[in-house]
């Protein structure tokens, strides 16, 4: 039988980083795929995250498993940092997935279990993955304006105006913060507009949020997710990989926000039940890590400061990349990096552009020109300057 399986395409990142292996030439650049990385290269471990791993190891007694939907103190301390006090606890559904992209399988099987006839709304563009996942899901997919290729900022009015066909039952798929390609996030003032419009069609917002604490700081990032759920019912995809850096320990939660808490119980349990058909028990170890790191005043304050540092970090290389810009076009066309948030901008490159400034100088991006800005350091941005000036952007 396996003789009968067709090929899968390729996924486009991971093909990226195996190209990227495979060439020798010292001075290339990765800026593709998208994990962070300090100036010199490495994606560290977080000091907050080493301390709480020695912790638990020297008091953990068990690797039994802990429930379905993982360890309930995981849960309460992701819906407080996600949440804070937008929703009563009791109105939030939770449960523990592998990462990020769990949650977000997860939350789409919800919805096509609550409505299998659900148009699932995607913004233009968003993260290759959700459209990969729902195509494998078969379901219903209509994307909506967001990015504007002229201004490579968000068209505000053409999103609206695309999700004012959603109807009742549909699912809306938003970037709570850090938008994955282009960077650049709605406006508090097209936020509000989005979280009436979505309650008033009826439609369920499901919000990604993957890089709370890259954007503009953690209370920041978390408002338009909060706004969203203070509104009614939401569906929420949270990732501890980046904020954390915790990549391969594949820490993730979903939470959903009900109307009142009998529902947030329905909820609560078919969420446990996705988990037993498609894993059955969530992995534990990053999200003790977490707990730990969360539950305690010492090792919260150093995270929270030590993600503050990785922010401040690749603000400042939009900052050096766009001024070294200015410098050698004499010009002020570029600024728009300094408006984009998190790890990623979108540079308005053709694929041809992509490719020839990877044949020529070695730097890796997406063939959209999707760029890892935290790739960067001090002595890359001037390369990536010249060859963005080269090849006539």
Same mark, same amino acid.
């Given at each position: 039988?396996?003789?009968?399986?067709?090929?899968?395409?390729?996924?486009?990142?991971?093909?990226?980083?195996?190209?990227?292996?495979?060439?020798?030439?010292?001075?290339?650049?990765?800026?593709?795929?998208?994990?962070?990385?300090?100036?010199?290269?490495?994606?560290?471990?977080?000091?907050?995250?080493?301390?709480?791993?020695?912790?638990?190891?020297?008091?953990?007694?068990?690797?039994?498993?802990?429930?379905?939907?993982?360890?309930?103190?995981?849960?309460?301390?992701?819906?407080?940092?996600?949440? @804070?006090?937008?929703?009563?606890?009791?109105?939030?559904?939770?449960?523990?997935?592998?990462?990020?992209?769990? *949650?977000?399988?997860?939350?789409?099987?919800?919805?096509?279990?609550?409505?299998?006839?659900?148009?699932?709304?995607?913004?233009?563009?968003?993260?290759?993955?959700?459209?990969? /996942?729902?195509?494998?899901?078969?379901?219903?997919?209509?994307?909506?304006?967001?990015?504007?290729?002229?201004?490579?900022?968000?068209?505000?009015?053409?999103?609206?105006?695309?999700?004012?066909?959603?109807?009742?039952?549909?699912?809306?798929?938003?970037?709570?913060?850090?938008?994955?390609?282009?960077?650049?996030?709605?406006?508090?003032?097209?936020?509000?507009?989005?979280?009436?419009?979505?309650?008033?069609?009826?439609?369920?917002?499901?919000?990604?949020?993957?890089?709370?604490?890259?954007?503009?700081?953690?209370?920041?990032?978390?408002?338009?997710?909060?706004?969203?759920?203070?509104?009614?019912?939401?569906?929420?995809?949270?990732?501890?990989?980046?904020?954390?850096? /915790?990549?391969?320990?594949?820490?993730?939660?979903?939470? *959903?926000?009900?109307?009142?808490?009998?529902?947030?119980?329905?909820?609560?349990?078919?969420?446990?039940?996705?988990?037993?058909?498609?894993?059955?028990?969530?992995?534990?170890? @990053?999200?003790?890590?977490?707990?730990?790191?969360?539950?305690?005043?010492?090792?919260?304050?150093?995270?929270?400061?030590?993600?503050?540092?990785?922010?401040?970090?690749?603000?400042?290389?939009?900052?050096?990349?766009? *001024?070294?810009?200015?410098?050698?076009?004499?010009?002020?066309?570029?600024?728009?990096?300094?408006?984009?948030?998190?790890?990623?901008?979108?540079?308005?490159?053709?694929?041809?552009?992509?490719?020839?400034?990877?044949?020529?100088?070695?730097?890796?991006?997406?063939?959209?020109?999707?760029?890892?800005?935290?790739?960067?350091?001090?002595?890359?941005?001037?390369?990536?300057?010249?060859?963005?000036?080269?090849? @006539?952007?």
């Amino acid at each position: 039988m396996l003789d009968q399986l067709k090929d899968q395409p390729a996924d486009k990142i991971l093909s990226l980083m195996a190209a990227f292996r495979a060439d020798p030439r010292d001075g290339k650049i990765d800026l593709g795929v998208g994990v962070y990385k300090d100036p010199e290269g490495r994606t560290p471990v977080m000091r907050a995250v080493r301390e709480a791993e020695k912790r638990i190891w020297e008091q953990e007694t068990t690797k039994t498993y802990t429930a379905l939907a993982g360890d309930p103190a995981f849960s309460d301390a992701m819906v407080a940092l996600v949440l @804070g006090d937008a929703v009563p606890r009791s109105r939030v559904a939770a449960v523990a997935t592998p990462g990020g992209t769990g *949650a977000v399988r997860q939350g789409f099987e919800l919805i096509r279990m609550m409505n299998p006839d659900a148009v699932v709304w995607v913004p233009e563009p968003t993260w290759p993955n959700h459209l990969s /996942i729902l195509k494998h899901l078969g379901m219903t997919v209509k994307g909506y304006r967001y990015f504007d290729e002229d201004t490579l900022g968000v068209d505000a009015e053409g999103m609206l105006a695309d999700l004012a066909g959603a109807k009742a039952g549909d699912a809306v798929l938003l970037h709570g913060c850090c938008h994955n390609p282009s960077g650049s996030d709605p406006e508090a003032g097209t936020w509000e507009k989005v979280a009436g419009l979505l309650r008033e069609r009826g439609a369920l917002p499901f919000v990604d949020l993957a890089y709370q604490g890259f954007g503009d700081g953690l209370e920041a990032d978390a408002r338009a997710t909060r706004a969203l759920a203070a509104g009614g019912e939401c569906l929420i995809a949270a990732s501890c990989s980046k904020n954390f850096g /915790i990549y391969r320990e594949r820490t993730g939660v979903l939470m *959903a926000v009900s109307g009142d808490d009998a529902v947030a119980t329905l909820a609560q349990a078919n969420l446990a039940y996705l988990n037993r058909q498609n894993f059955s028990f969530p992995p534990d170890h @990053g999200a003790r890590v977490v707990t730990t790191v969360l539950g305690d005043a010492g090792l919260r304050a150093d995270w929270e400061a030590e993600l503050e540092e990785i922010r401040a970090g690749m603000i400042g290389l939009r900052q050096q990349l766009a *001024a070294e810009l200015r410098r050698l076009t004499n010009s002020d066309r570029f600024d728009f990096m300094l408006s984009h948030k998190g790890m990623f901008s979108r540079l308005g490159a053709s694929p041809e552009q992509v490719e020839w400034m990877r044949a020529e100088h070695g730097i890796y991006m997406v063939g959209d020109s999707r760029i890892n800005v935290a790739g960067l350091n001090a002595r890359t941005v001037p390369v990536l300057a010249k060859a963005m000036v080269e090849v @006539g952007l």
